[in-house]
């Protein structure tokens, strides 16, 4: 959500303990966004590569960031 709609860490802090009274660092957020784009990145290496050699298709798919 953070990344997407570029919403502040301290916003993101504030909504999880006033809707989910779940205390969250902003650091903690920080955190979690490098593993999610981490892990998505290689999700997104092997979803490529199988595609690729399982259906002989070739992808070309242009990153928007």
């Known amino acids: 959500m953070s990344q997407f709609l570029?919403?502040?860490y301290n916003r993101?802090?504030?909504s999880f303990d006033d809707q989910l009274q779940i205390p969250?660092?902003?650091g903690?957020?920080?955190n979690f966004?490098?593993?999610a784009h981490q892990l998505l990145?290689?999700?997104e290496n092997r979803a490529k590569a199988e595609a690729d050699t399982n259906t002989?298709?070739?992808l070309w798919l242009?990153?928007?960031y």
């Open 12 to 14: 993101i802090q504030a």
């Open 62 to 64: 242009q990153k928007w």
């Open 41 to 43: 990145t290689d999700f």
């Open 24 to 26: 969250v660092s902003k």
């Open 33 to 35: 966004n490098q593993e």
């Open 6 to 8: 570029l919403i502040p």
């Open 56 to 58: 002989g298709i070739y």
């Open 28 to 30: 903690a957020i920080f």
